[in-house]
Nanobody, 125 residues
Framework: QLQLVESGGGLVHPGGSLRLSCAAS????????VAWFRQVPGKQREGVAC????????YYGDSVKGRFTISRDNAKNTVYLQMNSLKIEDTAVYYC??????????????????WGQGTQVTVSS
């Protein structure tokens, strides 16, 4: 089971950019698909993006397609989320998550084995 630590959140103006990082330890990182989720208090958690383990295929939620990019550096045990053209509605706590089963990442998030503690992203003028 991986330990995950997010960083890079903060306050940004609409139209601005942020890059989130998710540093992993405690396992063979390259074997794990990884996803970013976000959650606003009182609302359901939303899948933002995910990246597969072996071939690095990426998938995005409709609300972030064309603006966010997920990537991974297995040598650094880190996954990134580059967020451009940020909107006020992107404000949320962002979490990274990992599991050896891609099915859990995309279909059964309650079964995901590793979650980070979250990092706050606030988009405000």
């Amino acid at each position: 089971q991986l330990q995950l630590v997010e960083s890079g959140g903060g306050l940004v103006h609409p139209g601005g950019s942020l890059r989130l990082s998710c540093a992993a330890s405690g396992g063979t990182f390259e074997n794990y698909p990884v996803a970013w989720f976000r959650q606003v208090p009182g609302k359901q958690r939303e899948g933002v993006a995910c990246i597969t383990a072996t071939n690095g295929f990426t998938y995005y939620g409709d609300s972030v397609k064309g603006r966010f990019t997920i990537s991974r550096d297995n040598a650094k045990n880190t996954v990134y989320l580059q967020m451009n053209s940020l909107k006020i509605e992107d404000t949320a706590v962002y979490y990274c998550a990992a599991d050896t089963k891609f099915h859990n990442i995309v279909e059964d998030t309650k079964a995901i084995s590793s979650w980070g503690q979250g990092t706050q992203v606030t988009v405000s003028s």
